[in-house]
T-cell receptor, first 115, second 114 residues
Framework: AQSVTQPDIHITVSEGASLELRCNYSYGATPYLFWYVQSPGQGLQLLLKYFSGDTLVQGIKGFEAEFKRSQSSFNLRKPSVHWSDAAEYFCAVGSSGAGSYQLTFGKGTKLSVIP | EPEVTQTPSHQVTQMGQEVILRCVPISNHLYFYWYRQILGQKVEFLVSFYNNEISEKSEIFDDQFSVERPDGSNFTLKIRSTKLEDSAMYFC????????????FGPGTRLTVL
């Protein structure tokens, strides 16, 4: 069964500092990987996704993520964090191609930004 | 930009009562989903729906749950007899043909069962 681990429950960074949120997945085949962000009181907004091809993917709001098959990781990065990035971030894996389209989510990482 | 909408934003109900959570998916999407997030826990898949039938469901989605697309725009989740442990945030999502894996989520309905 597929699974996602986000080892950091809560991360605090200063505004302008760089950010890396970790995500490790377990899946038998080539995974479909996603990062979503949830601001307080809001739904889940898709930041970026990886299906195949270039292992470095660009997303919205200046985020990027790198797929590393050897490490089963899909870490999210941003070179300079803004106060508005404070939110909860969820990594997810999909299993399309096996007749299933459900997403499996990690527990999330809450990001706090210090002005 | 089109988005998924959900109503109500917050529903409070008594244990044993029936609730219906409503969703309006993005208009040209054909795949619909429900997920839930119990406070402090991860987002969990409940069910997927395509071509007017359930295509997949999780162990959570037992006989107390049902889904329906009553018209061309709404997608509903019904819980027949709510339990305390049904208290959660319920998210609706949709995706389109050809890009099924890219799911767009609504803002959620917070269900509180007393």
């Amino acid at each position: 069964a597929q699974s996602v681990t986000q080892p950091d429950i809560h991360i605090t960074v200063s505004e302008g500092a760089s950010l890396e949120l970790r995500c490790n997945y377990s899946y038998g085949a080539t995974p479909y990987l996603f990062w979503y962000v949830q601001s307080p009181g809001q739904g889940l907004q898709l930041l970026l996704k990886y299906f195949s091809g270039d292992t470095l993917v660009q997303g919205i709001k200046g985020f990027e993520a790198e797929f590393k098959r050897s490490q089963s990781s899909f870490n999210l990065r941003k070179p300079s964090v803004h106060w508005s990035d404070a939110a909860e971030y969820f990594c997810a894996v999909g299993s399309s191609g096996a007749g299933s389209y459900q997403l499996t989510f990690g527990k999330g990482t809450k990001l706090s930004v210090i002005p | 930009e089109p988005e998924v909408t959900q109503t109500p934003s917050h529903q409070v109900t008594q244990m044993g009562q029936e609730v219906i959570l409503r969703c309006v998916p993005i208009s040209n999407h054909l795949y619909f989903y429900w997920y839930r997030q119990i406070l402090g826990q991860k987002v969990e898949f409940l069910v997927s729906f395509y071509n007017n039938e359930i295509s997949e469901k999780s162990e959570i989605f037992d006989d107390q749950f049902s889904v329906e697309r009553p018209d061309g725009s709404n997608f509903t989740l019904k819980i027949r007899s709510t339990k305390l442990e049904d208290s959660a945030m319920y998210f609706c999502a949709s995706s389109r043909e050809g890009l099924v894996d890219t799911q767009y989520f609504g803002p959620g309905t917070r269900l509180t069962v007393l």
